[in-house]
């Protein structure tokens, strides 16, 4: 079982917008700014998209955009296009368990 | 661009220990966190540990007992042991590095599987 929790799955038709819950706890998601988002193909390595909570790293689309309530962290996508298809994985600062993962959520655009 | 990749055995038999070698090369390996993720086969990802490259580690609490990371920076690689594996160590490996300063994994290596069979 992951630290973070997140849907199995979520979907949406090109052009919607879509959000992804991670679920923590305040040991973890509501108690650092270090909640970071990765997205992963089948069969690549996974790769980061959120930083910080929102923060993009430079090549990231600003149609993903991140978000945090206190112990949940959201992704949003919008504008839902067909590479948007993959597995998301939430992650969070942790402290002395140092970073924890969420148990992924497969984005499915119809 | 740094680039990092996986090597080692892909098979290894149940209570042995599970050896990587991760090379990273087009960039010092003399700064910066070097960790290693797994990911189970349909499953999540895990973080398993790190080593800085002054040789400092630290482990997941819950593979701690059976975990060695550590870095040789003259061939600019790091490697993990994992001791006395089952099947449930079965997982693709990734190497990955962690620039520090937002606990985010920003480089990855491609992965290797490794399962745990006899």
């Known amino acids: 079982q992951s630290a973070l929790t997140q849907p199995p799955s979520v979907s949406g038709s090109p052009g919607q917008s879509v959000t992804i819950s991670c679920t923590g706890t305040?040991?973890?998601?509501?108690?650092?700014?270090?909640v970071s988002w990765y997205q992963q193909h089948p069969g690549k390595a996974p790769k980061f998209m959120i930083y910080e909570v929102s923060k993009r790293p430079s090549g990231v689309p600003d149609r993903f955009s991140g978000s945090k309530s206190g112990n949940t962290a959201s992704l949003t996508v919008s504008g839902l296009r067909a590479e948007d298809e993959a597995d998301y994985y939430c992650?969070?600062?942790?402290?002395?368990?140092?970073?924890?993962f969420g148990g992924g959520t497969k984005l499915t655009v119809l | 661009q740094v680039q990092l990749q996986e090597s080692g055995p892909g098979l290894v038999k149940p209570s042995e220990t599970l050896s990587l070698t991760c090379t990273v090369s087009g960039g010092s390996i003399s700064t910066y966190y070097w960790n290693w993720i797994r990911q189970p086969p349909g499953k999540g990802l895990e973080w398993i540990g790190y080593?800085?490259?002054?040789?400092?580690?630290n482990y997941n609490p819950s593979l701690k007992s059976r975990v060695t990371i550590s870095i040789d920076t003259s061939k600019n690689q790091f490697s993990l042991n994992l001791s006395s594996v089952t099947a449930a160590d079965t997982a693709v490996y990734y190497c990955?590095?962690?620039?520090?300063?937002?606990?985010?994994?920003?480089?990855w290596g491609q992965g290797t599987l490794v399962t745990v069979s006899s």
């Open positions: 992650s969070s600062y942790a402290g002395s368990t140092y970073v924890v």
């Open positions: 305040s040991s973890d998601v509501g108690g650092y700014n270090y």
């Open positions: 990955a590095r962690d620039r520090g300063d937002a606990y985010i994994f920003d480089q």
């Open positions: 080593v800085y490259y002054s040789g400092g580690t």
